[in-house]
């Protein structure tokens, strides 16, 4: 048998290196254009989703009434110092929501939607500190704020805390800061955790410390169930995009970008939060925002940054509007607070 | 209840403690040096701790315990997590070392205390102020921070820096601290300790020469993770005090997890620990498992249904089956006589452990004495052939008992006492009324000891040769040379004698060793699932995806999806079919050609009821739930959307999955 395994082996590294040999690819040129279909919008796709029936479900059924025979096996690992994820094919997020609703109606809980494009760990910490333990104030920096934490539930042995996440591998979380902080809470004995994960990758996340932290007990709990709240934030390709942009969104199509353009945008962010209380505030002429990127050498002609202005454009990051006088004026068309979040993020990269 | 408090009972604390005394020595040896040193260079102790990174939290604890204990210095632990940069490592630094302080002298020194908290709490205030008065605060925070607790002490102690993982802090600011450290050696002796997971060649790939200069460095090896691990058997697994034992594939599996995927101790005692969990979850009778005394008390308390448990064991079956009918009956019907076996049966388990463990370190003495180790070199794995199946019975058993055969005479006799030792140490423990057959082994152990001792003297020709080869093939050879050509009677003593010997372990093994399987009431005690380990620690995340969007029958046993081999029914969920369309293209998928195949399998499925009419309506509902699928598999990581051409998604995975 191992040397069975090992040609299984060589043909996954074939397979690979087929997979990706040639730069050349042979698929068809036909386009979603010229299907003479119109493009489904969010709300219609609802609609007609909502209309079929979901099929198997029965079967499905069964299945989560398996899983949810597990909870009070759950309720004593929690207890006993262990972290539960759960992971397999299919939407958790009502089978957690019934552990919550069945289980943890008494105890103080709080539910963290990985999947939800804006969640930051300080949104987290945030309503932990605020909510569960009345603290009023703000901290300089998440590991600040964790360390409060900690120190509180180290004094105060009768705090308990559940906390649920659906989707712990979602945008917003699976970056290292964000697990590491992550990691840390959930080794406190009087927070539990219960996560699910579906992402294939996702025990990428997770070196060796990170693991001891977690204290993980791997349940499999396959539902089949769709992902209806959690694809309704995947900004679907064949889906019409609606108008406002998300801040995972605006951070990938930034993170594509050069240092410059990064730098400009990041020019434009800071001077349109600057003047966010100014209600007559137009957005920022093009002379004058030209004036300050040679100021910080970012561009040196008035033609590399109209280039850089148009990019911004069509992925949507700017809108110009033409001022009274006949000049022009850029706004940035995403509103301050994730705006403010964005250069945060930004600042902690950098 | 009841089971929770067992479960925590004994078994954490003693596991802390016997880590702490693992690493007496090496600490003992780092405190030493770290008071010696005296140097115009940064003396380091740099500590060579293995790639077993969780475990390193609990040496690092006691150490700065010692290193506390001892008066020498004040010591700030360092974690790479928390100094990102410089101006974070120098904090965090002030603010250990100043809380060191208010801790060694709650409250001799009021105002130092004061000084001290305001200070933290400037520096906390905000990292502004705090980064302009760095440079104050570290010329003259420190040497004065000093001078005032060291005039006290009369020396001036040390403080020690523990940077608790060396590879994970960004080598700029460990060459900046280095080099700050260095200029204010002389007004702060500053003593650093790295603990480092891989080699100490990491120091000089990490440091330059013009630092590495700046510190003078001793290495210390820390104790590795397998000897780590075997102690940690000895101390669980092979002792009678606890009552909890684990089955032979459960400790294989965790075994296995140690040496092939993490090294670390830590994660070996969580899945212990799962396992009890688990066996005082699952197992209605493990109530029982616990110290002699109380479960007999509890066994008499047993209900009804408990006691429909008991029969229901198949080891108690086996037992039942073995017992004339009379007791048969009673045993099957009466509660009161089933609570007296059962209290008898625990007994007998009782001496049974009792008696393997000793007669396994017996065992264990001979075979890994031998070449090649036909058994294995350490006891863990000695312990598993054991539980596995009677050990007698095996190859390995078999080549190693010729081996002990010819044996010489020094090392048998090594042997025996080392034996005679392990007797005597487990008899003192027992003090039961099985100790009987013990003692009169001992005194035989004894006996073959002196006799042996008088042999050489008795014959002095034949074994004096015997003597001079150590080697066992020679032995061996001599040894036979001198059966066939004659037969000394002397020699004949001695090898009555070794035989004897061997025989009687032999039959010490046949008589202990039997495997836990075949003891009575074993399913007690012993927790043997080992998939349930396997499933929760050391989960595959990918292959239950893989078998669900492949065979979705696993999951859901409706007859429609059963299908054979490598094609898939077309009833199957939506996912599962762009799944296994997907399967079938390269690196690039072309979305409408996806669409279009979608459809052509949906349509097929509903066969030919769809009429013409509803069409249109139904190329809607279908490219609906095409995006579903589609926005599905992207979340699960299997595609993500592509530049390289208009309308095309881009495969994450390879092959067949």
Request: aromatic share 8%; glycine share 2%.
């Amino acid at each position: 048998s191992k040397k069975n395994e090992e040609d299984k082996m060589s043909n996954l590294v074939e397979e690979y290196f087929e997979a990706h040999s040639s730069s050349k690819v042979l698929t068809s040129d036909r386009t979603l254009q010229k299907l003479q279909k119109k493009r489904l919008n969010q709300q219609t796709l609802h609609d007609l989703l909502r209309k079929t029936p979901l099929a198997y479900a029965d079967e499905i059924k069964r299945l989560n009434q398996q899983h949810e025979n597990l909870f009070s096996k759950w309720i004593l690992q929690l207890h006993l110092g262990f972290n539960i994820v759960l992971y397999g094919l299919g939407s958790k997020r009502d089978l957690l929501e019934k552990f919550r609703t069945s289980v943890l109606k008494d105890n103080v809980h709080l539910v963290v939607n990985g999947y939800f494009p804006s969640i930051t760990v300080r949104s987290i910490l945030n309503s932990i500190t605020e909510e569960v333990l009345d603290h009023v104030g703000t901290f300089r920096s998440p590991p600040d704020q964790l360390e409060f934490i900690i120190k509180r539930f180290k004094e105060d042995s009768s705090l308990e805390l559940y906390i649920l996440i659906h989707n712990l591998d979602g945008q917003m979380l699976r970056g290292e800061k964000s697990q590491q902080i992550l990691a840390q809470l959930s080794s406190l004995p009087n927070i539990y955790f219960i996560a699910s994960v579906d992402h294939i990758n996702a025990p990428l996340m997770w070196d060796q410390a990170k693991l001891s932290l977690y204290n993980w007990l791997w349940y499999e709990t396959t539902t089949f169930s769709p992902y209806v709240e959690e694809t309704s934030y995947e900004n679907s390709f064949l889906v019409q995009q609606s108008g406002s942009l998300a801040l995972s969104s605006l951070t990938h199509v930034l993170r594509s970008l050069t240092l410059n353009a990064r730098g400009i945008f990041r020019l434009l962010a800071q001077y349109q939060l600057e003047n966010k209380d100014n209600p007559s505030y137009p957005g920022l002429s093009f002379q004058d925002f030209y004036q300050q990127c040679r100021e910080a050498f970012l561009v040196n002609s008035d033609l590399t940054l109209r280039a850089q202005l148009t990019e911004f454009r069509d992925h949507k990051l700017i809108r110009t509007k033409r001022g009274t006088d006949g000049v022009e004026y850029l706004l940035i068309p995403v509103d301050d607070s994730t705006l403010t979040d964005f250069l945060e993020k930004e600042d902690e990269t950098v | 209840q009841q089971i929770q408090e067992e479960l925590n009972k004994q078994l954490f604390d003693n596991l802390v403690s016997f880590l702490r005394q693992s690493h007496p020595d090496f600490q003992e040896k780092t405190t030493e040096w770290t008071r010696g040193m005296k140097s115009r260079e940064i003396p380091t102790a740099a500590l060579v701790l293995g790639v077993n990174v969780t475990d390193h939290n609990l040496t690092f604890r006691s150490l700065t315990d010692v290193l506390q204990n001892n008066i020498t210095p004040y010591i700030a632990m360092l974690e790479a997590k928390n100094c990102a940069g410089i101006k974070n490592l120098m904090q965090k630094l002030m603010e250990q070392l100043m809380n060191c302080q208010i801790d060694e002298e709650p409250l001799e020194d009021e105002d130092y205390v004061q000084v001290s908290q305001k200070r933290i709490r400037c520096s906390m205030s905000s990292l502004v102020t705090w980064y302009e008065s760095v440079t104050k605060k570290t010329d003259t925070g420190t040497p004065s921070k000093r001078a005032s607790p060291s005039s006290k002490y009369g020396q001036y102690p040390p403080v020690v820096v523990v940077l608790k993982d060396m590879e994970s802090f960004s080598t700029k600011v460990l060459q900046d601290f280095i080099v700050i450290s260095s200029e204010h050696i002389h007004e702060l002796p500053l003593v650093m300790v790295f603990g480092i997971a891989t080699s100490p060649m990491m120091i000089h790939n990490v440091l330059p020469h013009s630092v590495s200069s700046l510190l003078c460095i001793e290495l210390f090896q820390s104790l590795s993770c397998k000897e780590h691990l075997s102690t940690v058997i000895d101390k669980l697994l092979l002792t009678p005090q606890y009552p909890f034992k684990l089955g032979e594939k459960a400790l294989q599996v965790l075994i296995n997890i140690f040496l092939y995927h993490d090294f670390s101790v830590q994660n070996f005692i969580k899945g212990y620990q799962l396992c009890i969990v688990e066996h005082f979850y699952s197992q209605p009778l493990s109530v029982l498992c616990c110290q002699l005394a109380d479960a007999k008390t509890r066994a008499n308390a047993l209900s009804h249904d408990q006691c429909e448990n008991v029969r229901r064991l198949p080891s108690f079956r086996r037992y039942v089956e073995s017992q004339v009918a009379e007791k048969q009956i009673a045993l099957l019907t009466e509660d009161s006589c089933l609570k007296e076996t059962v209290q008898e049966l625990l007994q007998d388990l009782h001496i049974y452990h009792e008696n393997y463990i000793s007669a396994l370190r017996c065992l264990h003495v001979f075979t890994s004495f031998l070449p090649k180790h036909p058994l294995g070199k350490q006891i863990r794995e000695l312990h598993c052939t054991c539980l596995e199946d009677r050990v007698w019975e095996t190859e390995e058993y078999e080549s190693s008992l010729q081996l002990a055969r010819m044996l010489n005479k020094s090392d048998l006799v090594t042997m025996l006492q080392q034996c005679v030792e392990i007797f005597v140490s487990s008899s003192g423990k027992q003090s039961d009324e099985i100790v009987e057959k013990l003692k009169e082994f001992l005194t035989q152990f004894q006996k073959l000891e002196a006799e042996a001792f008088q042999e050489p003297d008795v014959s002095i020709s034949s074994p004096k040769e015997l003597q001079k080869k150590t080697d066992l093939y020679h032995l061996q050879k001599t040894l036979l040379e001198l059966k066939e050509s004659k037969r000394s009677k002397k020699l004949t003593k001695f090898e009555l004698l070794r035989f004897e010997v061997v025989d009687y372990i032999d039959s010490l093994v046949r008589k202990y060793l039997l495997p836990a399987d075949h003891k009575t009431l074993h399913e007690v005690v012993y927790f043997n699932t080992a998939s349930v380990l396997r499933e929760h620690l050391n989960a595959a995340p990918r292959i239950a995806l893989h078998t669900a969007l492949n065979n979705p029958y696993c999951y859901l046993k409706n007859q429609a999806l059963r299908s054979d081999g490598g094609s898939i029914s077309n009833k199957a969920p939506d996912i599962c079919i762009v799944y296994r369309l997907h399967l079938e293209c390269g690196r690039l998928i072309n979305l409408v050609d996806w669409l279009e195949a979608f459809t052509t399998v949906m349509m097929a499925a509903e066969g030919p009821n769809a009429d013409a009419a509803s069409s249109d309506q139904d190329d809607d509902v279908i490219h609906a739930r095409f995006i579903r699928a589609v926005s599905e598999l992207e979340l699960l990581g299997f595609i993500k959307p592509s530049k390289q051409k208009t309308d095309h998604v881009a495969r994450l995975t390879w092959g067949g999955c």
